[in-house]
């Protein structure tokens, strides 16, 4: 069940894909708890089988330089989930080009790092907005679950 009000349950995950651990701590850092909860991940192999046991996951944050498999290839397994999460393809080089790619291939968005909290916020909030309203989730409960 998604949170919302009525269930009192304000965590939502977010699973972040890195190798380098500085990015799930800078993550963890910068959101605010109780309402997201990182879930880390090393590797798109992990990160999908970490998606499989979360089952429902909204938002996905995943570093543009992952080796040896690479953002794009994460976005074609989770296209195959019943319900998707929202890609957002982060890098210290978000330029045009990684832009233009991102957004064309289906990604979300793209964030540049280090990350700037007011940035950050505003896409992890209104991916999770866009995932409620796929939903048929209330926008009463889901502007209540972000702010």
């Known amino acids: 069940m998604p949170p919302t009000i009525e269930t009192g349950n ?6 972040s894909v890195s190798s380098a651990p500085g990015d799930h701590v800078e993550l963890e850092r910068l959101l605010p708890m109780p309402r997201w909860k990182v879930y880390r991940s090393s590797t798109v192999r992990s990160a999908i089988q970490l998606l499989r ?20 290839e994460l976005l074609a397994q989770i296209g195959l989930f019943p319900e998707p999460p929202h890609l957002i393809v982060a890098s210290r080089i978000a ?10 291939l289906g990604a979300y968005d793209v964030l540049g790092k280090p990350f700037d909290l007011t940035e950050l916020t505003r896409s992890l909030s209104l991916a999770w907005l866009r995932t409620q309203r796929e939903h048929g989730i209330a926008e009463a409960q889901v502007i209540a679950a972000v702010a």
């Not at 304000?10 to 699973?15: L, N, S, T």
């Not at 046991?53 to 794009?72: E, G, K, N, Y």
């Not at 330029?95 to 064309?104: I, M, R, V």
């Open 95 to 104: 330029d045009d080009y990684l832009w233009a790619e991102a957004l064309n």
């Open 10 to 15: 304000w965590e939502i995950p977010v699973v």
């Open 53 to 72: 046991a979360l089952q429902r996951v909204p938002i996905v944050v995943c570093d543009a330089h992952l080796f040896p498999a690479t953002w794009q």
